[in-house]
């Protein structure tokens, strides 16, 4: 077959055509375009529990779980895979942090449950904006989430977790540096599938270099070693994912719901762009309101039992553009492979040996691609900043989460209340959109500004 032949080729909506072992691959090829980043989450809020943060079997595990649960209902149509939400990583930062109420004598690990709960109330909300959206219709509930609101949230995520990333990248310069020219490289560079795997490619790439300097006797400059591969030995090769019960506090709550105001827009934008790059509008058919509630759900469920939130990935998008392959059955069968692999604990093992210099230095382009995806959204949807109105959201917004790095704290009912930054942020925009006069956005208008697609390093084209 000519390469012309292979670029003009017809899509593909039923694998069934291309037999069992083909559908196998192309189903391993979805898994490891999610893998880098979905594992990745775990692993930095492990950085901020110090050690005991989220499990990454629980994560693998929620993550096919939660996909076929959103395909379910979704009617099986939308060909979406779900993978860990990074929206999120500020909240767990900032739970990890809370010192008052009933946090103070709390051990990091004690602390992690209630930053889950949070997280299952966020997933719960999804539920609210879907009935909303059925009884109200998706544009008027979108005028009072415009791009000059969530494109300003969405930058304080990613600018809230960055003294974090020199924070780990320090540790190992050299590492950091080589974790991040490689996802550089081929995100740039890169050709067909290795194109739209540069974190992963950058994680193992660095990896890689980590074993041969921990190999010939380097160390990390404070003198420990590179690797640690102690929790490796330790670990057997089949085991039941370390489960453990989300609790619920009004803190942690008001610390992690506000953040499904930006991932709900990052579901919508996803949603859009997945109908693009198939050809199907998946807003209609089977509903706007059907894939909040599975990708709300979904969430919810993970969090319940200890794993991160959910969302869409862009990555995967990628793939169905790459592959014109736009059968659901086989991102179904990238979820049958993450929940067998969740049942590998010397797998987690080998996940948490890397060393936190290549974290920071994989952070490094993911806490700066949420802000720019902020950006990205203000740009594409052509946010007037010479309206007065506009600027004084966005100034706002921005101020409020970066500036109160310590959130605030308040009593009701003897019980301590902390808000963080980011939460004040996002109440202080929607409230100030609501109230300030001439908010003229209308949702569907200007759809390639509509397509905000999440935290994907190479996103993939839009179909004009």
Known sequence: MSSKNVITQEPIRDARSLGVPRMLILGLQHMFAMFGATVLVPILVNGYFHGEGLSVQVTLFFAGIGTLFFHICSRLKVPAFLGSSFAFLGGFAAVAELKSGIFENMSYGEKLPYA???????????????????????????RYLPP??????IICIGLSLAGSAISNASQNWLLAIIALATIIIFNIWGKG???IIPILMGVVIS????????AVGITNPDGSAILDFSSMASAGFVGIPDFAICKFNLTAILVMAPIAIATMMEHIGDMSAISATVGENFLEDPGLNKTLVGDGLATALSAFFGGPANTTYGENTGVLELSRVYDPRVIRIAAVYAIILSFVPKFAGVITSLPASIIGGVSFILYGMISAIGVRNIVENQVDFT???????AAVILVSGLGFSSGITFNVGGTAITLTGLAIASIAGVLLNAILPGNDYEFGVNPQGDMNRGVAVNPPRRKK
């Open 148 to 153: 000059a609101v969530t494109g300003p949230i």
């Open 207 to 214: 990896y890689a270099a980590a074993l041969l300097m921990n």
């Open 193 to 195: 599938m290795f194109k």
């Open 116 to 142: 889950c709960g949070g997280i299952v109330v966020a997933g719960l909300l999804y539920l609210v904006l879907a009935l909303i959206i059925r009884l109200a219709g998706v544009k008027r509930v979108m």
């Open 387 to 393: 309206n007065s109105r506009n600027l004084i959201i």
